[in-house]
């Protein structure tokens, strides 16, 4: 059976990125520049000073000035500071010819037009240099990067209304099985209700992918065909949730197949959720997950989220696994290689993971405050409380 | 002067929790429930398979058994398993009066309608029993928990398509400053463009508050005045960036006090970002932050986002820091206790944190990829790699 590492190998070489585009106004937080951002002026385009005071000649040391203006940040100066003479800057302001250090108010006392000064001056001294920032022409984001909420004033210091990002991959979401009904509906007998949908939504969100639910596929063939038909026309990503598994009526591989879906694994060696189902169609990743809570959530954290962040521009899609110290004493017996649902801590003695409560691959509650994966090996381990095992952070 | 954590204390004593709302259809991902969501039902309703196999009597070990009806997930059993029979039972699918154990599918062989099964069976095994994940009445989701994809899954396993939380902060900002001008407009003499304003926004649509961005407010008392009061209105926080230190064309003070708000502080003995001011009315909160970027990312992290975070119904609105290893040395000398911008890093080592590269307060550039702050005391300090500063992940 395939390793989860071979499998995510298959998965990332299928995956292609998406195709640029330029976006207007606000593009969304996390997505990637897709090509070098420039500045289109020096930054500061004039020395300026950083603090409310007196633009002074260095020489003038510890005396009495006289003060020949007042520039204001946005104005510009227009007189000379020669020597014996200041001008009273504000923050911002630029610095007028002559100056070349600025004291702040705090240190100063004001007669008149006179200004003392108290002690001596270094030059340069609460000036930013003219293109400290940034020079005309220079890379200020360089393609690749995330879009943090430095990079929207980093956008707006070099003038830029648009900009070029990888898109949100769209994701279309089918949900399997005829005993499915959507909330609010009560169940019925041998009936429950889907919950998978709109937790697949939402992790596709947090992925920064667009979702879109396009329902329940009833154990018909007809029904899931046309669903299928529809998820593979109008997206990049479509995942089935349930109908995978050996069972007589799951008719999902049947269907992809029908559909054009090259199948390229339906196993993979990993707990829970051992019965993972993907394909492609062209450049439309599919993917069958289990139907089972965890296992469905455990899958799309895996393969699903690697192959949105790909999609998405993200140099390294991932998964990485780094050492985290177990919070509490941690004892396990698996016959795969198992991701288990864990909950990271900031803690007075620094980041610690601890496995959520867990009795099986239904329990969604179990799930509610994961927000991280940790891998446990085949057979039986003991781990003391501080050990590091391998985590994903989600 | 005031201290951070004095300041920090001032401003959550102030902020009130918003009213909860009730949200129809998805809430928003990371808001906080305000009232216990209880499970309606029984969940599972009845004792279910957890794999596509066989519903048996675990007294019939290592034998050969007749199959008596096929049950398919969404179905009820029809037939009672007795002795010497088995009911075929897909995953999902009720277990038959009669039987206590399934056999996977892979560990029997099929003869027509007599099913052999290879070795002993253990009560139980493969049944999830009922109400095992969760009780009617039982409380599933308690106050307080943040929305994770998961909890959307448990909503509609509970019925809910509504759920009470504390709603999104609104919050206003304006910027203040003669020498602003809006990208994509080339910066004229004495002029710079406004990076601040959307960076604030981003800021807060990061911590999972709604901001409207109202515009400049030129050095004139009137405009400002009249943004002020739009502000105050229609937000629960109002921020306001730049004009708070103590330039003579700085009117934000004067026009807060006009305006009802009462000032609790102006300056807190913090790097970078001394002058910050503080003030409600009613309850409003009013910030005006320091013009340049970094003191106004800084400010916003510190002292905003918790007011913000407790406002969203959070239980501890931080910050809270914690201590990560560096990723490499650090040399710094601070007259005020310093937070300096910083980059988390996940190595093989585990979580460490290096500083951004920073020049000053003015640069945006530093903060790119910053994602956590460092807390550095007054004074030099020469620490070495892996040494473990405060850390506040943002």
Do not use: C
Not at 143 to 159: E, N, Q, R, Y
Request: hydrophobic share 40%; no cysteine.
């Amino acid at each position: 059976m395939l390793e989860v590492t071979a499998a995510l190998e298959t998965v990332l070489g299928r995956t292609q990125r998406l195709t640029p585009l330029m976006v207007p106004g606000r593009a969304p937080l996390g997505r990637v520049v897709a090509a070098n951002v420039r500045s289109d002026i020096d930054s500061p385009p004039y020395a300026k000073s950083i603090m409310d005071g007196y633009a002074v000649r260095s020489d003038d040391a510890a005396t009495t000035l006289t003060v020949v203006e007042e520039v204001a940040a946005g104005r510009m100066p227009t007189r000379t500071v020669g020597p014996g003479q200041a001008a009273r800057v504000m923050t911002g302001a630029p610095i007028p010819d002559g100056a070349d250090a600025v004291i702040p108010h705090e240190e100063t006392k004001l007669n008149g037009d006179r200004v003392e000064i108290r002690r001596p001056v270094v030059k340069g001294k609460f000036i930013l240099p003219r293109a400290k920032e940034m020079r005309a022409g220079e890379v200020v984001i360089p393609a690749g990067t995330k879009l943090t909420p430095a990079a929207f004033g980093l956008l707006a210091s070099v003038g830029r209304t648009e900009v070029q990002v990888y898109p949100a991959p769209r994701l279309a979401i089918i949900s399997t099985g005829d005993e499915l009904v959507e909330p609010p509906a009560r169940p019925g007998p041998g009936q429950i209700r889907n919950s998978n949908g709109p937790m697949l939504a939402v992790l596709t969100a947090r992925a920064g992918a667009e979702a879109r639910y396009l329902g329940i596929a009833r154990d018909d063939k007809a029904g899931l065909e046309k669903l299928v038909r529809d998820g593979l026309e109008r997206s990049n990503v479509l995942v089935l949730s349930g109908g995978v598994s050996a069972g007589k009526y799951d008719f999902v591989p049947d269907v992809l197949r029908e559909s054009g879906v090259e199948a390229h694994f339906h196993k993979v060696r990993v707990k829970p959720g051992k019965p993972l189902l993907f394909g492609t169609r062209g450049d439309t990743l599919v993917f069958g997950l289990p139907g089972n809570p965890v296992s469905s959530f455990v899958g799309f954290e895996l393969f699903v989220r690697p192959a949105l962040r790909k999609m998405g521009g993200e140099a390294i899609p991932g998964p990485t696994f780094v050492p985290v110290p177990l919070a509490e004493e941690l004892k396990a017996e698996n016959d795969r290689p198992t991701y288990a649902p864990a909950t990271l801590k900031w803690t007075s003695e620094g980041l610690r993971v601890s496995p959520a409560g867990w009795f099986g691959s239904a329990d969604l509650r179990g799930l509610l405050n994961t927000d991280a994966l940790i891998s446990l090996p085949t057979g039986a381990v003991s781990y003391a409380m501080g050990f590091s095992v391998p985590t994903l952070p989600l």
